[in-house]
Nanobody, 125 residues
């Protein structure tokens, strides 16, 4: 059974940092790409970042603008999203997801096969 479990969300002030984690289990993910998405009330789920377990440069949404960094620890089957200089508008539920590398487009949510339950990030002013 595939499981993606996010952690690390919380309530912070604008300008602070958070590191989200996504622990993957239940299958071999070497041929998968891991994405981070977010969704706030009344808005569609939007792409944040993606990284592959194998080599290759990560992808970032334009709004990240150098503030976030996605990384992975293959030994732990864990993907991270380091978020710095957080803004109020970064408030959302953050999800990690997995898609087959050879299938789909990195920024399209429906192309991802597996999803975590999400972790809330709230940034106050």
């Amino acid at each position: 059974q595939v499981q993606l479990v996010e952690s690390g969300g919380g309530l912070v002030q604008a300008g602070d940092s958070l590191r989200l984690s996504c622990a993957a289990s239940g299958r071999t993910f070497s041929s998968y790409a891991m994405g981070w998405f977010r969704q706030s009330p009344g808005k569609e789920r939007e792409f944040v970042a993606e990284i592959r377990w194998s080599a290759g440069s990560p992808y970032y949404a334009d709004f990240v603008n150098g503030r976030f960094t996605v990384s992975r620890d293959n030994a732990k089957n864990t993907v991270y999203l380091q978020m710095n200089s957080l803004k109020v508008e970064d408030t959302a539920v953050y999800f990690c997801a997995a898609r087959p590398v050879l299938s789909g487009t990195y920024y399209v949510p429906r192309h991802y096969s597996y999803w975590g339950q999400g972790t809330q990030v709230t940034v106050s002013s």
